[in-house]
């Protein structure tokens, strides 16, 4: 009776919550999808902290690792989930990610031991491993004021982009979905000088995907490559002086802004199910993404903006 009373519940949901997103509410970023002014729970069922885990049977989104092996441990089958753990991990960590993209053209020159500092041209960028959000990271100018400190902390040191732009692309499979500029906003995070625990502070522009310049493509494609069975994520873009994109970080579980998951449900729904959503479920769901870009640009309206 349970299951067939869940079926009936599906059937009258149409296509909308055929997908589940493991989410965490503790942490900020995430309140663009967990907030309760937000529309990602009109149309996507998310598992978070207080839920009783259960044995999923339809696609799971692993936004969270500790609640996605919650559902994994009530027996959900792993072939469920898109963004496996195991695919997460080779870009959470700074260190892997760097020495996968050794050879790149397009990834800054890095070394992982101190010792080698001498083989970088200054400045450098100094980074802990796994943290996020710009914490911990900071300039060093001078190879003798590197020298002089104690650089136990860090585990990446990259060779500093003379930066133009900085943009943040959110993929699906080497897709991007969704484009934004990050604006500077402050001094400290422009001129990397603010302290080490200190984030670094962006405004962020939402953009029109079809004026993303052609020549970026090459630079996904390349990232896509490697990561072949990461299915969501984001790649941060820099453009230097001269015009060249850079990739300095990729992340499985970034900022969900403008109601991006809508357009990252759609993807997985249709890739789960073979077959894309009904006609009016669809519009539903971009009327909720339409909502969502405006309960991002309310959070703060100085922060978030639309070109």
């Given at each position: 009776m349970i299951k067939d009373f869940q079926t009936f519940l599906n059937e009258r949901n149409g296509d909308l919550h055929k997908v589940i997103m493991c989410v965490s509410t503790e942490l900020t970023d995430f309140k663009y999808v967990t907030d309760k002014s937000c529309y990602t729970n009109k149309y996507m069922e998310l598992f978070t902290k207080g839920n009783k885990p259960k044995a999923a049977d339809v696609p799971v989104i692993n936004f969270c690792n500790i609640h996605t092996e919650r559902l994994l441990d009530a027996g959900t089958p792993k072939e469920l989930i898109y963004n496996p753990k195991e695919k997460k991990m080779e870009i959470a960590s700074k260190v892997k990610w760097h020495k996968t993209h050794k050879d790149s053209k397009h990834v800054p020159k890095t070394v992982s031991d101190a010792k080698d500092l001498d083989q970088l041209e200054f400045p450098i960028i100094a980074k802990p491993d796994n943290?996020?959000?710009?914490?911990?990271?900071?300039k060093i100018d001078t190879l003798k004021e590197a020298n002089d400190m104690d650089l136990s902390d860090f585990e990446v040191f990259s060779e500093k982009i003379d930066i133009d732009e900085e943009h943040r692309i959110m993929m699906w499979r080497g897709?991007?979905?969704?484009?934004?500029?990050?604006?500077?906003?402050?001094?400290?995070?422009?001129?990397?000088?603010?302290?080490?625990?200190?984030?670094?502070?962006?405004k962020?522009?939402?953009?029109?995907?079809?004026?993303?310049?052609?020549?970026?493509?090459?630079?996904?494609?390349?990232?896509?490559?490697?990561?072949?069975?990461l299915d969501i994520y984001s790649i941060d873009l820099m453009v230097d002086t001269k015009g060249k994109p850079w990739v300095v970080e990729m992340s499985s579980e970034f900022a969900p802004l403008y109601g991006v998951m809508a357009i990252i449900y759609k993807k997985v729904y249709q890739d789960y199910y073979g077959k894309k959503l009904n006609p009016s479920d669809e519009?539903?769901?971009?009327?909720?993404?339409?909502?969502?870009?405006?309960?991002?640009?309310?959070?703060?309206?100085k922060r978030f903006s639309v070109e």
């Open positions: 943290r996020y959000s710009g914490q911990g990271i900071i897709e991007p979905v969704m484009w934004v500029q990050r604006v500077h906003g402050n001094e400290e995070t422009k001129k990397m000088t603010k302290k080490k625990e200190d984030k670094l502070y962006f962020y522009v939402l953009k029109d995907l079809k004026n993303m310049p052609e020549d970026w493509q090459v630079v996904f494609n390349e990232m896509a490559d490697v990561h072949k069975e519009a539903q769901i971009d009327m909720y993404q339409k909502k969502d870009v405006d309960t991002t640009i309310n959070f703060d309206k």
